[in-house]
């Protein structure tokens, strides 16, 4: 239509030179212009239809749907997880209690223009923010971390916490041809628990430990020094007596630098609560279930760290290019150093933007950043 209009608009010019300057052929606009009677008639056809699709979206029980729609905004304030089929049943019992009289059923088809009229989608939960109490938040913010930090420099404030890695899970999603039925094998679920640490203003980031489940893996075999500490359980993850002896090792190295430090770690059954035999280090708790609001390293460093997988993915295409397609998995041993690669990778800047929300530092010598 906009061509046509633009024909309309330069009636003084040669078709020639018209059609040079939307560039196209002008055998293109001489059809254009022959079936300019059809175009307008399907243009006025699709806009019609275009508004009964409007028309239709007004509703049918006005009302039933407003009362639904408060209801609905009130459950998903408070996290109340709301699916189809139950959206169905309310309207009918909202539609009884205005005495609407409904000469249809509350329908899929309904349901899929009530969505549309009101933005509304479906969606994955994920996370665990939704169960953060923002007011402890705030006021472990506010009032419990000046007076935890008190007397700290930032390269004296710590932040430990630990991640699971499955090292081999590809991406889940591909390119694949319309007629590929783009079937997959099983997921890989080899995982290393690793545990992380670094000081406030990034400056220090120690070592990480990393947990498997073997404790010999065959790919250690001939290898005189690990890229890092290694230690193994069944379940490839962190225990009591693996942090507990972390925790020592760290207030000995302190001891050794004559240096005291603050260490802030998430409530896990993993972490002793009573670390009393630590001279060096001072170890204190987020507040429960907050790790995934105050947590740093939780927060973002964790996902620079798991910048892994386009190494993971650079190794499947360097198999490929060599004609093996059958060994495209890392071992313990290889993702290893790719944890070690990425964890030197991750910047300072990084570290410092995430302790923002901290609010550190105010008086007694220390700078917000």
Known sequence: MCILKKVGENQHLQRVDLAKELGFPVSTLNTLIYKRKIIEESHHQ?????????RVQNGKFVDVEKVLLQWFNQCRSVKILISGPLLMEKAQEISKKLNVECDASFSSGWLHKFKLRHDITGKTVSGESGDVDCETVDDWIENQMPDLIKGYKQKEIFNADETGLFY???????????????HGGKKSKVRLTVLLCANADGSEKLPPLIIG??????CFKNVKTLP???????????TMSFFT?????????MRKQKRRIILFIGQCPAHPPD????KNVTVKFFPANCTSKLQPLDLGVIKSLKHYRKLLVKTVIASLDHGDSKNMKLDALQAMNFIMMDWQNVLQKTIKKLLRPWGI????????Y
């Open 46 to 54: 699709s806009g019609s239809s275009a508004s009964k699709k409007l």
């Open 168 to 182: 081999n899970l590809l991406p889940s999603k591909t390119l694949a041809t319309k007629s590929d039925t783009c």
């Open 213 to 218: 489940k073997s404790k010999k893996p065959r």
């Open 228 to 238: 890092t500490k290694y230690l193994s359980n069944k379940k490839s993850c962190t």
């Open 245 to 253: 002896d972390w925790l020592k090792g760290l207030d000995d190295k």
């Open 275 to 278: 670390t009393n035999f630590l």
């Open 361 to 368: 530092f105010n008086s007694g010598g220390y700078q917000s």
